[in-house]
T-cell receptor, first 113, second 114 residues
Framework: DAKTTQPTSMDCAEGRAANLPCNHS???????VYWYRQIHSQGPQYIIH???NNETNEMASLIITEDRKSSTLILPHATLRDTAVYYC??????????????FGPGTSLSVIP | DTEVTQTPKHLVMGMTNKKSLKCEQH?????MYWYKQKAKKPPELMFV???????INESVPSRFSPECPNSSLLNLHLHALQPEDSALYLC?????????????FGDGTRLSIL
Protein backbone atom coordinates (compact mmCIF):
# COMPACT_ATOMS: atom_id res chain seq x y z
CA ASP A 1 0.00 0.00 0.00
CA ALA A 2 1.06 3.58 -0.66
CA LYS A 3 2.38 5.41 2.39
CA THR A 4 0.89 8.75 1.35
CA THR A 5 -2.54 10.35 1.06
CA GLN A 6 -3.41 13.15 -1.34
CA PRO A 7 -6.59 14.95 -2.40
CA THR A 8 -8.26 13.22 -5.32
CA SER A 9 -8.50 16.38 -7.41
CA MET A 10 -7.77 20.11 -7.38
CA ASP A 11 -8.34 23.10 -9.63
CA CYS A 12 -6.01 26.03 -10.10
CA ALA A 13 -6.39 29.20 -12.13
CA GLU A 14 -3.80 29.72 -14.84
CA GLY A 15 -0.98 31.97 -13.68
CA ARG A 16 -1.67 31.36 -9.99
CA ALA A 17 0.38 29.17 -7.67
CA ALA A 18 -0.74 25.56 -7.38
CA ASN A 19 -0.21 24.11 -3.90
CA LEU A 20 -0.54 20.33 -3.78
CA PRO A 21 -0.56 18.76 -0.30
CA CYS A 22 0.59 15.30 0.68
CA ASN A 23 0.26 13.52 4.00
CA HIS A 24 2.93 10.98 4.97
CA SER A 25 2.43 10.68 8.70
CA UNK A 26 4.22 7.31 8.97
CA UNK A 27 7.38 8.44 7.17
CA UNK A 28 10.63 7.04 8.55
CA UNK A 29 13.78 9.02 9.22
CA UNK A 30 15.55 7.50 6.23
CA UNK A 31 12.76 8.08 3.70
CA UNK A 32 12.74 10.75 1.02
CA VAL A 33 9.64 12.45 -0.37
CA TYR A 34 9.43 12.31 -4.16
CA TRP A 35 7.01 14.02 -6.51
CA TYR A 36 6.22 12.83 -10.02
CA ARG A 37 3.54 13.94 -12.44
CA GLN A 38 1.86 12.21 -15.36
CA ILE A 39 0.47 14.23 -18.19
CA HIS A 40 -2.20 12.49 -20.24
CA SER A 41 -0.78 9.90 -22.67
CA GLN A 42 2.74 10.26 -21.29
CA GLY A 43 4.86 8.40 -18.76
CA PRO A 44 5.42 9.78 -15.26
CA GLN A 45 7.90 12.65 -15.04
CA TYR A 46 10.12 13.26 -12.04
CA ILE A 47 9.64 16.72 -10.49
CA ILE A 48 11.57 17.01 -7.23
CA HIS A 49 12.54 15.17 -4.06
CA UNK A 50 13.71 16.04 -0.56
CA UNK A 51 14.53 14.62 2.85
CA UNK A 52 13.83 17.36 5.39
CA ASN A 53 14.96 20.68 3.95
CA ASN A 54 12.85 22.65 1.52
CA GLU A 55 13.94 22.18 -2.07
CA THR A 56 13.52 24.23 -5.24
CA ASN A 57 14.32 23.56 -8.86
CA GLU A 58 13.26 24.96 -12.21
CA MET A 59 9.93 23.14 -12.09
CA ALA A 60 8.69 23.47 -8.53
CA SER A 61 9.32 23.96 -4.82
CA LEU A 62 8.93 21.32 -2.14
CA ILE A 63 8.04 22.38 1.37
CA ILE A 64 8.38 19.68 4.04
CA THR A 65 7.01 20.31 7.53
CA GLU A 66 9.42 20.21 10.44
CA ASP A 67 7.96 16.92 11.72
CA ARG A 68 8.16 15.56 8.14
CA LYS A 69 4.61 14.22 8.34
CA SER A 70 3.39 16.26 5.41
CA SER A 71 4.67 18.21 2.45
CA THR A 72 3.44 20.61 -0.22
CA LEU A 73 4.48 20.79 -3.84
CA ILE A 74 4.27 24.33 -5.18
CA LEU A 75 4.05 25.18 -8.87
CA PRO A 76 4.61 28.93 -8.68
CA HIS A 77 2.84 30.01 -11.88
CA ALA A 78 0.62 27.22 -13.15
CA THR A 79 0.05 26.90 -16.90
CA LEU A 80 -2.37 24.76 -18.87
CA ARG A 81 0.52 22.35 -19.53
CA ASP A 82 0.71 21.63 -15.81
CA THR A 83 -2.65 19.82 -15.97
CA ALA A 84 -1.70 16.30 -14.88
CA VAL A 85 -1.91 13.69 -12.13
CA TYR A 86 0.62 14.46 -9.40
CA TYR A 87 2.01 11.60 -7.33
CA CYS A 88 3.65 11.98 -3.92
CA UNK A 89 5.82 8.99 -2.96
CA UNK A 90 8.04 8.16 0.00
CA UNK A 91 11.03 5.90 -0.51
CA UNK A 92 14.09 5.00 1.57
CA UNK A 93 17.42 6.73 1.15
CA UNK A 94 19.21 3.43 0.82
CA UNK A 95 16.97 0.80 -0.59
CA UNK A 96 17.29 -2.90 -0.20
CA UNK A 97 16.38 -5.20 -3.02
CA UNK A 98 12.91 -5.39 -1.47
CA UNK A 99 12.16 -1.66 -1.37
CA UNK A 100 9.87 -0.50 -4.11
CA UNK A 101 8.48 2.74 -5.40
CA UNK A 102 4.74 2.52 -4.80
CA PHE A 103 2.44 4.99 -6.53
CA GLY A 104 -0.75 6.01 -4.73
CA PRO A 105 -3.81 7.36 -6.57
CA GLY A 106 -2.31 10.88 -6.79
CA THR A 107 -3.99 14.28 -7.23
CA SER A 108 -5.54 15.19 -10.56
CA LEU A 109 -4.71 18.87 -11.05
CA SER A 110 -6.73 20.85 -13.57
CA VAL A 111 -5.35 24.25 -14.53
CA ILE A 112 -8.22 26.43 -15.69
CA PRO A 113 -7.86 29.34 -18.15
CA ASP B 1 11.06 13.88 -25.45
CA THR B 2 12.03 11.22 -22.93
CA GLU B 3 15.43 9.62 -22.49
CA VAL B 4 13.82 6.21 -22.14
CA THR B 5 12.53 4.92 -25.46
CA GLN B 6 9.80 2.32 -25.69
CA THR B 7 8.67 0.47 -28.80
CA PRO B 8 6.14 -0.06 -30.13
CA LYS B 9 3.91 2.78 -28.94
CA HIS B 10 0.79 0.74 -29.62
CA LEU B 11 0.29 -3.01 -29.93
CA VAL B 12 -2.82 -5.04 -30.66
CA MET B 13 -2.52 -8.79 -30.31
CA GLY B 14 -4.64 -11.87 -30.03
CA MET B 15 -4.61 -14.15 -27.04
CA THR B 16 -2.55 -16.78 -28.85
CA ASN B 17 0.11 -14.43 -30.19
CA LYS B 18 3.68 -13.96 -28.99
CA LYS B 19 5.05 -10.44 -29.00
CA SER B 20 7.74 -8.41 -27.23
CA LEU B 21 7.92 -4.92 -25.81
CA LYS B 22 11.25 -3.13 -25.97
CA CYS B 23 12.81 -0.47 -23.78
CA GLU B 24 16.13 1.32 -24.28
CA GLN B 25 18.09 3.91 -22.32
CA HIS B 26 21.55 5.36 -22.84
CA UNK B 27 21.97 7.26 -19.59
CA UNK B 28 24.26 4.64 -18.05
CA UNK B 29 21.56 3.62 -15.59
CA UNK B 30 21.99 0.21 -13.99
CA UNK B 31 18.42 -0.33 -12.79
CA MET B 32 15.45 -0.84 -15.09
CA TYR B 33 11.79 -1.38 -14.31
CA TRP B 34 8.53 -2.55 -15.86
CA TYR B 35 5.23 -1.11 -14.66
CA LYS B 36 1.65 -1.84 -15.69
CA GLN B 37 -0.94 0.93 -15.66
CA LYS B 38 -4.65 0.43 -16.13
CA ALA B 39 -6.86 3.34 -17.14
CA LYS B 40 -7.29 5.98 -14.42
CA LYS B 41 -5.10 3.99 -12.01
CA PRO B 42 -1.52 4.58 -10.81
CA PRO B 43 1.37 2.56 -12.24
CA GLU B 44 1.95 -0.81 -10.58
CA LEU B 45 5.42 -2.30 -10.38
CA MET B 46 5.95 -5.60 -12.19
CA PHE B 47 9.72 -6.24 -12.37
CA VAL B 48 12.99 -4.65 -11.28
CA UNK B 49 16.37 -5.39 -12.86
CA UNK B 50 19.50 -4.33 -11.04
CA UNK B 51 22.85 -4.66 -12.83
CA UNK B 52 21.14 -6.86 -15.44
CA UNK B 53 19.82 -9.30 -12.86
CA UNK B 54 16.17 -9.70 -11.89
CA UNK B 55 15.84 -8.45 -8.32
CA ILE B 56 12.07 -8.02 -7.89
CA ASN B 57 9.19 -9.95 -9.46
CA GLU B 58 5.88 -8.74 -8.06
CA SER B 59 4.18 -12.12 -8.48
CA VAL B 60 3.59 -11.43 -12.15
CA PRO B 61 1.99 -14.29 -14.15
CA SER B 62 4.43 -16.33 -16.23
CA ARG B 63 2.78 -15.18 -19.45
CA PHE B 64 4.93 -12.05 -18.92
CA SER B 65 8.63 -12.84 -19.25
CA PRO B 66 11.21 -10.07 -18.75
CA GLU B 67 14.68 -10.07 -20.21
CA CYS B 68 17.63 -7.72 -19.77
CA PRO B 69 20.16 -8.50 -22.55
CA ASN B 70 22.49 -5.68 -21.48
CA SER B 71 22.50 -2.62 -19.27
CA SER B 72 20.79 -0.46 -21.91
CA LEU B 73 18.01 -2.79 -23.00
CA LEU B 74 14.96 -4.27 -21.33
CA ASN B 75 12.44 -6.51 -23.02
CA LEU B 76 9.08 -7.85 -21.94
CA HIS B 77 8.04 -11.01 -23.79
CA LEU B 78 4.31 -11.63 -23.98
CA HIS B 79 2.59 -14.95 -24.61
CA ALA B 80 -0.98 -16.15 -24.24
CA LEU B 81 -2.20 -12.91 -22.70
CA GLN B 82 -5.73 -12.35 -21.45
CA PRO B 83 -8.05 -9.43 -22.22
CA GLU B 84 -7.49 -8.09 -18.68
CA ASP B 85 -3.82 -7.63 -19.57
CA SER B 86 -4.78 -4.72 -21.80
CA ALA B 87 -3.02 -1.72 -20.28
CA LEU B 88 -0.24 0.83 -20.67
CA TYR B 89 3.14 -0.80 -20.01
CA LEU B 90 5.75 1.62 -18.76
CA CYS B 91 9.50 1.17 -18.62
CA UNK B 92 11.72 3.21 -16.30
CA UNK B 93 15.38 3.42 -15.40
CA UNK B 94 17.43 4.88 -12.59
CA UNK B 95 21.07 5.19 -11.61
CA UNK B 96 20.67 2.08 -9.53
CA UNK B 97 17.91 0.51 -7.48
CA UNK B 98 19.48 1.34 -4.11
CA UNK B 99 20.12 5.08 -4.09
CA UNK B 100 17.78 8.05 -3.85
CA UNK B 101 18.14 8.93 -7.53
CA UNK B 102 14.76 9.29 -9.28
CA UNK B 103 13.36 7.08 -11.99
CA UNK B 104 13.10 8.19 -15.60
CA PHE B 105 10.07 6.86 -17.45
CA GLY B 106 9.31 6.19 -21.08
CA ASP B 107 5.92 7.07 -22.56
CA GLY B 108 4.83 3.45 -22.57
CA THR B 109 3.39 0.86 -24.91
CA ARG B 110 -0.39 0.79 -25.05
CA LEU B 111 -1.34 -2.88 -25.33
CA SER B 112 -4.73 -4.17 -26.40
CA ILE B 113 -5.58 -7.86 -26.22
CA LEU B 114 -8.36 -9.03 -28.51
Amino acid sequence: DAKTTQPTSMDCAEGRAANLPCNHSTISGNEYVYWYRQIHSQGPQYIIHGLKNNETNEMASLIITEDRKSSTLILPHATLRDTAVYYCIVSPLQKTSYDKVIFGPGTSLSVIP
Amino acid sequence: DTEVTQTPKHLVMGMTNKKSLKCEQHMGHRAMYWYKQKAKKPPELMFVYSYEKLSINESVPSRFSPECPNSSLLNLHLHALQPEDSALYLCASSWDSYSNQPQHFGDGTRLSIL
